[in-house]
């Protein structure tokens, strides 16, 4: 079992920048990828970032170029480094990671891009 915390969200403006971060409550040296997902009112809930165990990372079309995922192993943690901020941006933002066949989330953290 694994408790996520995400963290860093906020009200920015267009073209600002956010670093989201999300602690796990456990080594997450183990976990075979770490996400992070965004929820917009009204909306889907949407993957923006994945980073596998190894390194390789993949992005929504909408955020490539801007978003870079990363983890930092000896806080557990994992981070969400935003950029050129769009107001389509705004929406609550999500950790998300597997063990096995149990997938755990944070309780989100809310993202808001306006001037």
């Known amino acids: 079992q694994v408790q996520l915390v995400e963290s860093g969200g906020g009200l920015v403006q267009p073209g600002g920048s956010l670093r989201l971060s999300c602690a796990a409550s456990?080594?997450?040296?183990?976990?075979?990828?770490m996400r992070w997902y965004r929820q917009a009112l009204g909306k889907q809930r949407e993957l923006v970032a994945h980073?596998?165990?190894?390194?390789?990372?993949n992005y929504a079309d909408s955020v490539k170029g801007r978003f870079t995922i990363s983890r930092d192993n000896a806080k557990n943690t994992v981070y969400l480094q935003m950029n050129s901020l769009k107001p389509e941006d705004t929406a609550v933002y999500y950790c998300?990671?597997?063990?096995?066949?149990?997938?755990?989330w944070g309780q989100g953290t809310q993202v808001t891009v306006s001037s």
């Open positions: 998300n990671t597997y063990l096995g066949l149990t997938g755990y």
């Open positions: 456990r080594s997450i040296v183990s976990f075979n990828a």
């Open positions: 980073l596998s165990s190894g390194g390789s990372t």
